[in-house]
């Protein structure tokens, strides 16, 4: 299987030629996903409406721009007023359902392949309003709110679509969201603003800017906080199973740590051979640090005999537009209220 970060960001001539041979491909892909969504705007294929309001987060490349910290804020900021918040998502063997259960512990969480259906279940468990994770491509359910993600890092990625690129659409199918949050990581903010405003003129939509970064580390077994000065020219392993590792050292490294990689793949499921790395690795460096993502995963197979990692937790500020998205989101709750009343 090709490594995609190999795939898509290589410049070196081996990567380039495999991208050139997949691009009839792409072409198939980008034409169906264009006729795909006209078929829905046209109504010749079903939309269908729940009876809750819903937000949908979604993204235009696969992985990495922050969906589910985005989503997980949003039910949170749904929970502050006093609503009850469902995620609803398709489901990858737990990891991302389990991270949001751990961190928006008020949250209905719901995996299901059928969005329709997950929003519906929510629904007759109590939700007030449910939050679609990594749904802008599902364009069969209906949503009050549609937020489009879009990470800076993206833009320096080739510019096709799936396979011999990470787009899954377009960067015009901006245009079909409501509002646009361009992310960042390892990009400096002057960079992720000249892209916002790029994103913007495209778009025609409003659009806000927000940075994910790590905001503090834990003990993957024993829950104790692990402070942020402890990592200024501490040796690090930093082993990520998420879709852009790399960022993820980077942000690692922004605390003065001396960062060294173990990359593994997107929703990766370890077993004992990975397991082994990690412990006798840890054995040579002060710290593993490890992803939320991963640590879902992690915490019940780590050995107590073995130094524990300590895990990221990784949180949202937001830059700039942050009340242009709690005016979008207040409105899709107040519009329900003005029908009730």
Known sequence: MLNPIWLWGDRGLAARMTRFSLLPASVLYRVTMAV???????????????????????????????????????????????????????????????VHRRLAQSAIVIENPDRVAGAREAKRNGADVVVLDDAFQRLDIMRDLNIVLVSTESSRAVRWTLPAGPWREGIRALRRADLVVVTRKRADRESAERFA?????????????????????TGLLSGEAVPVESLDGARVLAAAGVADPYAFAGQCSEFGAQVRLLPFDDHHEFDDVDMNRMVQAGRRVDYVVITEKDAVKLRSMWPGNAPEPIVASLDVEWEYGRDDLETALDAVVSRVDDLLT
């Not at 003129?201 to 503090?216: D, F, H, K, Q």
């Open 36 to 98: 795909r969504a006209r078929a829905y705007r046209w109504r010749l294929l079903p939309r269908n409406g729940v009876d809750v309001p819903v937000v949908a987060v979604g993204n235009l490349t696969v992985g990495g721009s922050g969906k589910t910290p985005i989503a997980n804020w949003i039910a949170r900021y749904y929970a502050d007023q006093g609503l009850q918040a469902a995620i609803v998502l398709r489901g990858y063997g737990g990891d991302e359902a389990n």
């Open 197 to 217: 405003h790029r994103v913007e003129r495209i778009s025609r939509r409003p659009v806000v800017l927000a940075r994910l970064g790590v905001t503090g580390f």
